[in-house]
């Protein structure tokens, strides 16, 4: 057995590895499964990356659909007017979010494509690592389309893109070829088998749009297979897949294992509360006032809705919750004045918003005492959602009976009436519901076919918006990357 020296963090983080003299036939020929592991957790590390952290892959995601806004509070989120841009769906090719989101991707594919070269002949870490490149690809195609597929294969210098029907071709051989490697074991951390099948029921969902060829019995089966593994239940406590200490949840499927010593960078509490919220919390560092829900999202639920609660709203008190917190900054016309006060309501998107307009996101407890970076794990892949993927699935086959169940599930565990009759716009808004603040409301929007429309400080947007720019600082540094049609 080969001898490794190393330290663990919370879950898998890896402050320290030493494989001195570690061939890549001592690792194939080693039984040991901590020493593969190791291998590959610098790949890991960086799917935990910038995922949680603001002006990456979640920011565009949540700020470009209705879910959220960051309004512009005078010279506060100025950033060049970005984030209002992001909003209105006015976008420019060179934002720097979409360049960060690019290379948090293309970052840890890059790592994969190491890993898989180093270490070829490592049949089981081979397998999960291609699936784990399949999970960004799967990012990838619905956030740019177009994108350059490369492997460990691939050579001659700057790629060319790939079409979208090619790199959905590629995710779906990438899962199909190796899922029956991988563990059946509720690993919660890394991919498993049951972690491939949801990724192929989120992918086969998309199908219409990614390839437009709609695969609804297909995304139904996958599923079913995570559904009927019996490995994963939903929470009786909704909030319970958010708290700072969920690593236990029997509901979520795949997390990033954020840790605010070893893994940081879920920096949702600076992102979203207020500066005096900081005495709510007993915050390390002062928040940062930025993203805000939109009043009609807000009003969706019903107030019945245990799921409401992922939404600070109304009066603000410090930690005692006695003391009224104020905001003595506050604008002259804010009708709340300086007592801290949350309002559905936001004046306008920029440039003057209220400080202290909109509700904020409070989907993920805030620790008392807790640092700029969170310690709850960030859940990628869920069962609420894959439920809801098997009632939209279902239904649009025209099994209406197998998609209330499935859908009532979700309503029953929130508190709401069951429903009796369904329609598509009635699953697209349980969807939004359900996963608000979890990066899924932009490929809903578009797969529902709602992207295209206006909203509060949103004019109807052109068609070919439904796919984000290539960066245009990857098209300068690589002249062989073409731009998507549109811009």
């Given at each position: 057995?080969?001898?490794?020296?190393?330290?663990?963090g919370?879950?898998?983080?890896?402050e320290?590895?030493?494989?001195?003299g570690v061939t890549?036939?001592?690792?194939?020929?080693?039984?040991?499964?901590?020493?593969?592991?190791?291998?590959?957790?610098?790949?890991?590390s960086?799917?935990?990356?910038?995922w949680?952290?603001?002006?990456?892959?979640?920011?565009?995601q949540?700020?470009?659909?209705?879910?959220?806004?960051?309004p512009?509070?005078?010279?506060d989120?100025?950033?060049?007017?970005?984030?209002?841009?992001?909003?209105?769906?006015?976008?420019?090719?060179?934002?720097?979010?979409?360049?960060?989101?690019w290379?948090?991707?293309?970052s840890?594919?890059g790592?994969?494509?190491?890993?898989?070269?180093?270490?070829?002949?490592?049949?089981?870490?081979?397998?999960?690592?291609?699936?784990?490149?399949?999970?960004?690809?799967?990012w990838?195609?619905?956030?740019?389309?177009?994108v350059?597929?490369?492997?460990?294969?691939?050579?001659?210098?700057?790629?060319?893109?790939?079409?979208?029907?090619?790199v959905y071709a590629?995710?779906?051989?990438?899962i199909?070829?190796?899922?029956d490697l991988?563990?059946?074991?509720d690993t919660?951390?890394?991919?498993n088998?049951y972690?491939?099948h949801?990724?192929?029921?989120?992918?086969?969902?998309?199908?219409?749009?990614?390839?437009?060829?709609?695969?609804?019995?297909?995304?139904e089966?996958?599923?079913?297979?995570?559904?009927?593994?019996?490995k994963f239940s939903?929470s009786?406590?909704?909030?319970?897949?958010?708290?700072?200490?969920?690593g236990g949840?029997?509901?979520?499927?795949?997390?990033?294992?954020?840790?605010?010593?070893n893994a940081?960078?879920f920096?949702?509490?600076?992102?979203?509360?207020?500066?005096a919220?900081?005495?709510?919390y007993?915050l390390?560092?002062?928040?940062?006032?930025?993203?805000?829900?939109?009043e009609?999202?807000?009003n969706?639920?019903?107030?019945s809705?245990?799921?409401?609660a992922?939404?600070?709203e109304?009066p603000?008190?410090?930690a005692?919750?006695?003391?009224?917190?104020?905001?003595?900054?506050?604008?002259?016309g804010?009708?709340?004045?300086?007592?801290?006060t949350f309002?559905?309501?936001?004046?306008?998107?920029?440039?003057?918003?209220?400080r202290?307009?909109?509700?904020r996101?409070?989907?993920?407890?805030?620790?008392?005492?807790?640092?700029?970076?969170?310690?709850?794990?960030?859940?990628?892949?869920?069962?609420?959602?894959?439920?809801l993927?098997?009632?939209?699935?279902?239904?649009?086959?025209?099994?209406?009976?197998p998609?209330?169940?499935?859908i009532?599930?979700?309503?029953?565990?929130a508190?709401v009436?069951?429903?009796?009759?369904?329609?598509?716009?009635?699953i697209?808004?349980?969807?939004?519901?359900?996963?608000?603040?979890?990066?899924?409301?932009?490929?809903?929007?578009?797969?529902?076919?709602?992207?295209?429309?206006?909203?509060w400080?949103?004019?109807?947007?052109?068609?070919?918006?439904?796919?984000?720019?290539?960066?245009?600082?990857?098209?300068?540094?690589?002249?062989n990357?073409k731009?998507?049609?549109?811009?």
């Amino acid at each position: 057995m080969v001898p490794v020296v190393f330290l663990l963090g919370s879950c898998w983080e890896l402050e320290q590895e030493v494989l001195d003299g570690v061939t890549p036939e001592d690792v194939a020929n080693s039984e040991n499964p901590i020493l593969i592991d190791v291998l590959k957790a610098s790949a890991y590390s960086k799917i935990v990356g910038s995922w949680g952290s603001h002006n990456s892959i979640w920011s565009i995601q949540e700020v470009s659909s209705d879910e959220m806004a960051i309004p512009q509070k005078g010279a506060d989120w100025e950033d060049g007017g970005l984030w209002l841009r992001m909003h209105r769906h006015t976008w420019g090719t060179s934002e720097d979010a979409f360049n960060n989101s690019w290379n948090y991707c293309f970052s840890a594919i890059g790592e994969i494509n190491n890993l898989i070269v180093s270490f070829p002949d490592v049949e089981l870490l081979v397998a999960e690592l291609k699936v784990l490149r399949a999970l960004n690809y799967l990012w990838l195609i619905d956030s740019f389309g177009n994108v350059p597929i490369v492997t460990e294969t691939t050579t001659g210098g700057n790629p060319t893109n790939n079409t979208r029907a090619e790199v959905y071709a590629f995710i779906e051989s990438s899962i199909k070829d190796n899922m029956d490697l991988l563990s059946k074991d509720d690993t919660k951390t890394t991919i498993n088998y049951y972690t491939a099948h949801a990724m192929l029921a989120k992918l086969y969902l998309n199908a219409g749009i990614y390839i437009g060829t709609p695969k609804w019995a297909e995304a139904e089966a996958a599923a079913d297979v995570v559904i009927n593994s019996g490995k994963f239940s939903l929470s009786s406590n909704f909030f319970s897949n958010f708290s700072t200490r969920n690593g236990g949840s029997t509901e979520n499927i795949l997390t990033l294992p954020y840790d605010e010593n070893n893994a940081g960078g879920f920096n949702l509490a600076q992102m979203t509360l207020h500066y005096a919220s900081q005495n709510t919390y007993n915050l390390q560092e002062q928040p940062w006032n930025g993203y805000a829900s939109l009043e009609e999202f807000y009003n969706s639920y019903d107030d019945s809705d245990v799921r409401k609660a992922a939404f600070i709203e109304g009066p603000q008190f410090a930690a005692d919750g006695i003391t009224r917190l104020k905001d003595l900054s506050a604008e002259p016309g804010d009708p709340d004045g300086q007592p801290l006060t949350f309002t559905p309501k936001i004046n306008m998107l920029g440039p003057n918003a209220y400080r202290q307009a909109g509700v904020r996101v409070g989907k993920f407890e805030f620790a008392s005492g807790a640092a700029a970076s969170l310690s709850n794990d960030y859940p990628l892949i869920r069962l609420g959602d894959i439920i809801l993927i098997k009632a939209e699935s279902a239904f649009r086959l025209g099994k209406t009976g197998p998609a209330l169940t499935a859908i009532n599930q979700i309503r029953t565990r929130a508190g709401v009436p069951a429903y009796t009759t369904l329609t598509l716009d009635l699953i697209f808004e349980e969807r939004g519901r359900e996963m608000f603040a979890e990066a899924s409301r932009r490929t809903d929007q578009i797969r529902f076919g709602k992207w295209n429309q206006p909203w509060w400080e949103k004019a109807a947007s052109q068609p070919f918006r439904a796919l984000f720019p290539i960066p245009l600082q990857q098209i300068n540094a690589n002249p062989n990357l073409k731009q998507n049609p549109g811009y």
